[in-house]
């Protein structure tokens, strides 16, 4: 029966005397650079991640007879309680608990005793803290994945329900061509599918297991590197120990997606900010993501989405940073890199907050499908008019100035362009006919745009079917 002491009194032990490198010293270390050096406070998220590795790698060491049956037992269980403590809130950092690893096997030596020494042989931080990033963030992307498929749905729906809303589409931030309040919403539900997708296919180069690698040069003991990648979940092996302990090209590009989907959900929050503004009326914010002024009583400010637009730069901000002190690191690994994980936690966690929110935003979103309607002006039927002519036989060339110049007349006589006459138009083209008439019906406009991605009721529905299909 393994033995494992739980109720083990810490020793006393100084932060110099814990340290796992602490041997080639005799010097003191400088508090203020004791503090400097440290990542506990912000690497211990990952305390579940390392222990897995730990435990797997005990059982590697147990096949390879480095460890007895008994004591690869004893180190397992040992683990799991190191574990627990985490998940309860008892673990109690020490001095010289300087990371996740140094505080994970100090706190398994007092429950374990010396064997727990036994734990590293073969294994560096290089090689342990990369498989715990990499074990940690295989997690974080699955969720990610889940939320962007949640806001997905949560636009799916409103296109759906909303269906037959109409509203100005813009170009320019000017009023260009009627389209559906759907077709608006999905633009963003196929940008936010992309970025799912996008993370699917990153998800097997995060699955690249470092374990094994050594600090630099590889592991003397014939681990099972194999083994070990299928019962950690890896769907590969690094295949050089150098690139292994010193790649976090991975970081870079969770960094990148993080910034894609930011960049996206800025882009929403950036036009629903605009259409809540009472000049256009379009959308209302639920009170729940909405605040007021301390000064003015009649306002609701959109700052759910304000803050989704201005997180957006904080994540870029990430990226950035992190990719200049990437970029000039000599192989292998280097202190530095000890700067990949907080930028890392921060990119995910504000992503992470924001899809929540965002999908919150949407599916509590009221619409004023009437004041979109009014926005709709005549003006944005000149390309039908045009495309009219060009259906009897007119060049569309020559269509489009005819158009323009009937604009023109109409802005001349302070009317608008469904003002003019069957004999104004004739003025312009002798085609027109009195049927003319039929092109100033918005719902007619928009049910003409009815090839694959239009805006007709037609292909909306039928994207609709498409994003629905993938997120079944």
């Known amino acids: 029966m393994p033995q494992v002491n739980e109720s083990a ?38 305390y579940a991640a390392d222990i897995k590795g730990s435990r797997a790698y005990a059982r590697e060491l147990r096949r390879q007879g480095i460890l007895t049956a008994e004591e690869q037992a004893t180190l397992d269980r040992g683990l799991e309680l190191v574990r627990d403590e985490w998940a309860s809130g008892a673990f109690e950092l020490r001095p010289g608990d300087e990371d996740i690893h140094t505080a994970n096997e100090r706190r398994l030596g007092e429950l374990v005793g010396s064997v727990a020494g036994k734990l590293h042989t073969g294994r560096s931080r290089n ?5 715990d990033i990499r074990l940690w963030l295989k997690d974080e992307v699955v969720k990610m994945g889940v939320y962007l498929r949640q806001l997905v749905g949560a636009l799916v729906q409103r296109a759906q329900s909303d269906i037959d809303v109409l509203m100005p589409g813009y170009t320019h931030m000017q009023r260009a061509q009627p389209i559906r309040w759907s077709h608006f919403l ?54 050089n120990s150098l690139y292994a302990t010193s790649d976090r090209d991975f970081v870079a590009e969770i960094l990148f997606h993080c910034s894609m989907v930011m960049l996206h959900i800025s882009r929403l929050a950036e036009d629903l900010i605009i259409y809540s ?45 992190f990719m200049m002190t990437y970029k000039g690191l000599p192989s292998t690994y280097n202190k530095d890199m000890q700067e990949d994980k907080e930028p890392m936690f921060d990119a995910i966690d504000t992503l992470s907050g924001s899809l929540q929110i965002t999908t919150a935003v949407i599916a509590t979103l009221k619409i004023r499908s009437n004041r979109m309607r009014q926005s ?57 006919e009195k049927d003319v008439l039929a092109v100033w019906d918005f719902e007619r406009s928009v049910d003409n745009r009815c090839s694959v991605g239009g ?16 997120l079944d």
């Open 277 to 321: 503004t009472a000049e256009f009326g379009f959308v209302q914010l639920a009170d729940a993501y909405s605040t007021g002024s301390s000064l003015m009583p009649q306002k609701k400010n959109p700052d759910s989405l304000e803050l989704l637009r201005g997180k957006c730069g904080r994540v870029f901000g990430d990226m950035s940073g």
């Open 9 to 46: 009194a810490a020793p006393p032990a100084s932060s110099e005397s814990s340290k796992l490198w602490g041997g080639r010293f005799s010097g003191a270390t400088d508090p203020l650079m004791e503090a400097f050096n440290e990542s506990i406070h912000f690497d211990r998220r990952m």
């Open 376 to 432: 709709l002006t005549s003006d944005m039927l000149a390309t039908d008019l045009a495309e009219y002519l060009v259906r009897k036989g007119v060049p569309f060339r020559q269509t489009h100035h005819i158009s323009g110049e009937a604009v023109k007349m109409a802005e001349s006589r302070g009317c608008q362009i469904s003002d003019l006459s069957v004999a104004d138009l004739k003025t312009l083209h002798k085609s027109f």
């Open 127 to 131: 090689d342990q803290v990369a498989t």
């Open 455 to 470: 805006t007709s009721r037609k292909t909306v529905l039928e994207q609709i079917q498409l994003l629905k299909k993938w």
């Open 186 to 239: 999905l633009s963003y539900a196929f940008w936010f599918q992309q970025d799912a997708m996008r993370l699917e296919q990153f998800l097997p180069r995060v699955a690249q297991l470092p374990l094994g690698s050594g600090a630099l040069a590889g592991n003397p003991f014939q681990v099972d590197r194999e083994s070990l990648a299928r019962e950690l979940g890896f769907s590969s092996v690094a295949p």
